[in-house]
T-cell receptor
């Protein structure tokens, strides 16, 4: 248990559906992240929130929409996804400081049909 | 820009033999380096980290890594593999110019341990 909890663990959705992924951290960290892990590709950083403000958006398609209502919660809203968006989505948190590590949740396995 | 190269996509060892997972990095700044492990259907767990203190870093489960600036390497080792070590291992470099952890991941090395 890393202190970062993601729900749901598994999600199957159609291309016309709207769903949300949730991440919660109990570590008192002030930065939260969404990563995408696809087969045979390096982990891709999607979004970063630092002190509840989005500070990084790595050219992610607009069908992915993040939300950070407070420093403990992070959401990823999904709509009109494509099959190639099927992947493991990992949430992480860290404290803004040199050398501190990021703590990861167990991920949401998303399948788009 | 930072980058990480994990030289082997798969490493196979027998239980009880040494483990070596290789990692080379590129960084314009004094880097922070990490090794994470991912067991099947699990998230990533930190094994160890280097943050400009001692160059030989000891982590959990008997793993250690040595930071070699002259070789730009941060290889992960363990004297004796255990069956439970079978997993995917990621070498990671952090961009410290940002306030948050902008982690750059390698492509991963899958460690297979046979009895």
């Amino acid at each position: 248990e890393t202190g970062v909890t993601q729900t749901p663990r598994h999600l199957v959705m159609g291309m016309t559906n709207k769903k949300s992924l949730k991440c919660e951290q109990h570590l008192g960290h002030n930065a939260m992240y969404w990563y995408k892990q696809s087969a045979k590709k390096p982990l891709e950083l999607m979004f970063v929130y630092s002190l509840e403000e989005r500070v990084e958006n790595n050219s992610v398609p607009s069908r992915f929409s993040p939300e950070c209502p407070n420093s403990s919660h992070l959401f990823l809203h999904l709509h009109t996804l494509q099959p190639e968006d099927s992947a493991l989505y990992l949430c992480a948190s860290s404290q803004e400081d040199r050398g501190t590590e990021a703590f990861f949740g167990q991920g949401t396995r998303l399948t788009v049909v | 820009a930072q980058s990480v190269t994990q030289l082997d996509s798969h490493v196979s060892v027998s239980e009880g033999t040494p483990v070596l997972l290789r990692c080379n990095y590129s960084s314009s700044y004094s880097p922070s380096l990490f090794w994470y492990v991912q067991h099947p259907n699990k998230g990533l767990q930190l094994l160890l980290k280097y943050t400009s203190a001692a160059t030989l870093v000891k982590g959990i489960n008997g793993f250690e890594a040595e930071f070699k600036k002259s070789e730009t390497s941060f290889h992960l080792t363990k004297p004796s593999a255990h069956m439970s070590d079978a997993a995917e291992y990621f070498c990671v470099v952090s961009d410290q110019n940002t306030g948050f952890q902008k982690l750059v991941f390698g492509t991963g090395t899958r460690l297979l341990v046979s009895p």
